[in-house]
């Protein structure tokens, strides 16, 4: 296994100019921040590195502030935020490409109330019951503890009228607290592989996000430049297809299966296991997002 295991991150003071940091399972847990976090982007930043936010969160970057404010994350840990769901919504709006420039104009919605400001896009005239749409905005559950067969019925009206999705979020699941809720992208991956559907998946591992990311920051020296994340599938999938390092942070969405918490020993072997078994080779591992 090339991945070196680290108990911390003082070691890669200085060897990376800019850092890209995922949000959920990395910076907070959906309620709080995670222990040491705050305190080793603060440092990181202190020792000369640029940072910015890379997010899966499938709403605007407007609210992507209001929750972090919510959560004590402070603004000036970053000097940038990006996300999947305002990637999505200028999709929609713009339409530059062929796929989203097919989409009719009345959107179905499957999603919670707190995300309904994705539908106030110019590029939709109104959101629409899915036997009338001509097109799914997918954001995620539309109650916490909901699971992928509480949207079996949408998916299978949508399937009905083969309606193309725009998957707001790729995260298959994600831990709030303690408890795992499933994401857009599970119920967007069962639309795809049970139903044949047509989806547009917007965000992290897919690499426009990645190249407006990197874009931002002045297309530098990718050697320079350094993903951290929980996600093997996206965040740590998407470095690899920037061309950029990655460090994987073992306590998020895979520390139940690991055995490991924030601060916690990760085991070389379990490590090697699961690495192996989702095909990726981030350059970096520890336990989290810790000095």
Request: proline letters at 7%.
């Amino acid at each position: 296994m090339d991945t070196e295991i680290l108990s911390g991150f003082e070691p890669l003071s200085g060897r990376y100019d800019h850092l890209i940091v995922d949000l959920w399972g990395t910076l907070h847990n959906g309620i709080e921040p995670l222990p040491g976090a705050i305190d080793c982007l603060t440092r990181f930043r202190a020792a000369g590195a640029n940072i910015v936010l890379l997010s899966n969160a499938p709403f605007r970057v407007s609210g992507v502030h209001k929750v972090l404010g919510e959560i004590g994350i402070p603004e000036e840990l970053s000097s940038e935020i990006f996300c999947s769901g305002e990637v999505a919504w200028r999709a929609i709006r713009d339409r530059t490409d062929p796929w989203h420039a097919k989409l009719g104009r009345s959107a179905g919605f499957i999603g919670p109330d707190r995300h309904r400001p994705m539908l106030d896009n110019p590029g939709i005239n109104g959101e629409a019951e899915l036997e009338e749409a001509d097109f799914v905005i997918c954001t995620g559950p539309r109650e916490p503890g909901h699971t992928l067969d509480d949207y079996i019925p949408d998916l299978e009206r949508a399937a009905a009228r083969s309606l193309p999705m725009v998957c707001t979020n790729p995260d298959r699941e994600v831990l709030r607290g303690a408890t795992r809720e499933i994401c857009a992208g599970a119920v967007a991956e069962a639309y795809e592989q049970r139903y044949g559907g047509d989806v547009a998946w917007h965000g992290k591992p897919y690499r426009p996000i990645y190249d407006e990311v990197l874009k931002h920051l002045g297309d530098p020296d990718r050697a320079r430049v350094l993903m951290i994340g929980d996600g093997l599938g996206t965040d740590i999938a998407g470095a690899s297809v920037a061309g950029i390092d990655a460090a994987f942070v073992a306590s998020g969405i895979a520390g139940e299966h690991l055995g490991v918490e924030v601060g916690g020993t990760l085991a070389a072997g379990p490590l090697a296991d699961l690495l192996d078994e989702v095909g990726q080779a981030p350059r970096y591992a520890m336990s989290g997002l810790i000095w």
